[in-house]
């Protein structure tokens, strides 16, 4: 069990940091693109991007994973220290990583929902005047941008990894639950043995008296 605690903690590490490596990337990327579109409309001409239920979905995914990361590196260290550990430490570390596993969920759900389905919402006013959808959709695609989350491809890994970690996280939890069963059981039969040798001392003292 150990083993295979320590395996879905790997891979829950692993895929937690390239995760938040291209969720920083989207972020990057995507203000990038703003720039760009702003650096090339007419002048004058203010352009507003509103990307909020995205950007925020992603930095709270960011927030978790890291908490992911964290946890799962204080886990392996309790694990390779088992003898050490009491089977309650297991429990705790446990309970946080089905936490943070469902919380992950949650937001993986959110995130992979607004990519699929929705898109940024562009404004552009010149003179005061705002200008209408059609104008701004005709222009975007003469352009060769589009507002559409599912078409910009720094968008697509970072909404698939995050549903690999939210995986290995859950069997991460359970293996720790797991183990902290090994570990009772452990404990619970060294207990036995000690209060034998314990009556046994005190036997042979008694005889020796």
Known sequence: MAFLALAALFFSFDFAIVSIGLLINAFVSS????KNLR????????????????????KVSTAVQALIIILTILSAYAIFNRSKTRPKFFVVLGSLLSFTSLWLLSVTIAFTAIFATKSAR?????????LSQSIIDAQARALGVS???????????????????????????????????????????????????TTSVRESTSSIV
């Open 147 to 197: 507002p559409v989350y599912k078409d910009q491809s720094y968008l697509l890994h970072a909404t698939i990894l995050p549903w690999f970690t939210w995986l290995f996280t859950t069997v991460a939890a359970v293996a720790l639950f797991s183990e902290s069963c090994v570990q009772s059981t452990s404990v619970a039969k060294d207990t036995p043995t000690n209060e034998k040798q």
């Open 122 to 130: 562009v404004s552009a006013f010149v003179g005061g005047v705002q």
């Open 39 to 58: 650096a090339v409309v007419p002048r004058g001409t203010v352009l507003n991007v509103n990307r909020n239920d995205i950007l925020t979905t992603g």
């Open 31 to 34: 203000n990038n693109q703003v």
